[in-house]
């Protein structure tokens, strides 16, 4: 995942570990100058999922200029480094992504976007509003440590930048699944990886959740076709936007009514709806689109007909034609934190963050993360970066990622080759039971 950018878990011996920490402390401010410069960049130049053509290169540019392998143009704009290690070990995988969110920015911060673009059909603003500016600039942090600290490394680390993690444009393919379809698995064979996002929480805790720790996520459109007419003779057709929200009241109560959600949570939501062009013209079609998040497939099916059902009611009782869509765009399974490696991640984790950890639990919220922890054991890592309010926004920013790179770096982990073993064999179950969930 993200913006603590991810326990390497380099397979250090104690004393060669303890020798990065030192050389860490010593080199942590002027990493932080170099992190919050590029975040401010990134930031104030977002792109949207499949277009991250600018962040990209400045991604390639900087670990080529690292020495670091570079391998570009996956799955459109992704970037992929390899860094050698000094010393002979596994191979390890940390992720960020680069993409950013049709929003328009009211921060009113002096790096904030005023980047335009063209989204569905709509001039929208661009905007890092998901954290994924952080997440890049942090993994670029890491890889300059790492890459200036080689003779100490052991085994390669894998930096991942991914576009399109919100999900690519429709039409094309993209994201995660995409990078793993064009073998970069294949090719690099890294044994672990890691991700990380930002968190609401306070300020230097982090956590993750055992097992299903995110959601799976569906994206559904309805297309609701009726008969245009004038306004003041709506008799003379048949309305899409009342079919609308009668179809909008049902699917409400899927979640509220119909579905037993204790211990097995699930989400329906509406997130956009388009129809009409005045105000005294009944339009001819009405379009809506949602999302709908599970952690059972079952369930998930469930819905799927659900949804079917009330589709087919509104039909009947309004006249209107009614043409339901699933996984628009594509699907993303349930993000699943691999047990094992969870709790070998545990102490780390707590040294490096001051005691500030803890085990959350499982969110609906989704993430093409997802797909990486079905291949290999994955671990999913949220940060909290809320702070005190009384800090200016210079200080916000320092204190952020200090921790950010601190509690990462410092997490590498010392885990030592017999526990390879037990992930690699662990890897099949892992891979099965991300799939049933």
Request: net charge negative; charged share 20%; aromatic share 8%.
């Amino acid at each position: 995942m993200k913006n603590t950018l991810v326990i390497s878990l380099l397979l250090l011996s104690a004393s060669v570990q303890s020798n990065l920490k030192d050389q860490l402390n010593i080199e942590i401010e002027t990493i932080m100058d170099k992190v919050v410069e590029w975040r401010h960049d990134i930031h104030e130049n977002p792109e949207l999922g499949n277009r991250e053509f600018r962040t990209a290169k400045k991604v390639a540019d900087h670990l080529t200029a690292l020495g670091i392998v570079v391998e570009t143009g996956i799955a459109h704009t992704g970037v992929v480094g390899l860094l050698t290690g000094d010393l002979p070990g596994p191979t390890i995988a940390i992720r960020a992504d680069m993409d950013a969110l049709p929003v328009v920015e009211k921060t009113g911060l002096s790096y904030a976007s005023k980047v335009k673009t063209t989204y569905m059909g709509n001039e929208v603003g661009v905007m890092h509003a998901c954290g994924h500016d952080a997440h890049v600039a942090i993994l670029m942090g890491v890889a300059e440590f790492f890459a200036k600290n080689k003779d100490q490394v052991k085994g390669k680390i894998m930096f991942i930048f991914q576009p399109a993690e919100e999900g690519p444009p429709e039409g094309e393919n993209g994201g995660a699944k995409m990078m793993l379809e064009e073998g970069i698995f294949d090719r690099y064979d890294p044994e672990v990886i890691f991700g990380l996002h930002v968190s609401n929480a306070p300020h230097g805790y982090v956590g993750f959740a055992p097992g299903p720790a995110m959601a799976a996520a569906s994206a559904w459109r309805v297309t609701i076709k009726g008969v245009q007419s004038h306004g003041s003779r709506p008799w003379e057709g048949i309305d899409p936007i009342m079919a609308s929200s009668q179809f909008i009241n049902q699917i409400n109560t899927i979640v509220s009514r119909r579905v037993n959600i204790v211990g097995n949570p699930a989400v329906v939501s509406v997130g956009m709806i388009e129809a009409g062009t005045r105000n005294n013209i009944i339009p001819e079609e009405a379009v809506m689109m949602g999302t709908i998040r599970t952690f059972d497939p079952v369930l998930r099916k469930e819905i799927y007909n659900d949804i079917i059902k009330i589709a087919e009611g509104v039909e009947t009782a309004t006249g209107a034609k009614v043409e339901v869509e699933f996984d628009v765009g594509g699907f993303y399974p349930v993000t699943y934190n691999n047990i094992p490696l969870g709790e070998k991640m545990k102490q780390s984790l707590i040294e490096a963050t001051d005691g500030k950890f803890a085990e959350i639990t499982r969110r609906t919220g989704a993430e093409d993360f997802s797909y990486f922890s079905q291949e290999i054991p994955g671990l999913y890592i949220f940060l909290g970066v809320n702070v005190y309010l009384d800090y200016t926004l210079k200080q916000y920013d320092k204190l952020i990622y200090r921790h950010y790179l601190r509690s990462n770096l410092n997490a590498l982990c010392p885990i030592q080759n017999k526990h390879h073993k037990i992930l690699t064999d662990d890897r099949f179950r892992i891979f099965e039971e991300s799939n049933r969930n």
